[in-house]
């Protein structure tokens, strides 16, 4: 049923986010059209946490050792906040080039096993061009993208 999760940072800067995300990170990508990547992600969990209110939603990604991570940042001028210990983990936050952050945490809390999904064909290959005009996603300028039902 499901078959993946798409995480979405927004960002004033997008061009120099993604730049970070492909060169620093060295996140997997694809380009579907003028430079829009789409990032790889390691295995992901979701939490449904407490709240006053709905549609409040955070991203977070793991790492094995926060102080190596933060460490590897400083070799590549990419400043880290302080770790954090918040019990669940140890917490930092990565400044990202576009002037948001992002956090990033060593996980103390039992993780799940990883969600497999039986093998099957392999999904049709969509290009920007493609998915267009099958009305899913339409591009009103570089910077938004604007959902057609």
């Known amino acids: 049923m499901i078959t ?8 004033t800067n997008p061009e120099a986010d993604r730049a970070f995300l492909r060169d620093v990170l060295n996140l997997p990508n694809v380009d579907v059209g003028g430079g829009w990547l ?18 409040v939603h955070e991203f977070y990604l793991m790492c094995d050792d926060v102080n190596a991570l933060i460490a590897e940042m400083r070799k590549r001028r990419v400043t ?8 669940w983990g140890l917490l930092t936050q990565v400044s990202l080039p576009g002037g948001g952050k992002l956090g990033i945490y060593q996980p103390r809390h039992a993780r799940p096993n990883v969600l497999t999904i039986p093998a099957g064909p392999a999904p049709a290959k969509r290009t920007a061009k493609k998915s267009a005009k099958k009305g899913i996603v339409r591009r009103t300028t570089r910077k938004a993208v604007k959902r057609v039902r």
């Open 4 to 11: 993946g999760a798409h995480s979405i940072i927004y960002s």
């Open 38 to 55: 789409i990032f790889g992600l390691p295995p992901a969990e979701v939490a449904v946490h407490p709240s006053n209110q709905n549609d």
């Open 80 to 87: 880290c906040s302080e770790v954090k210990d918040q019990g």
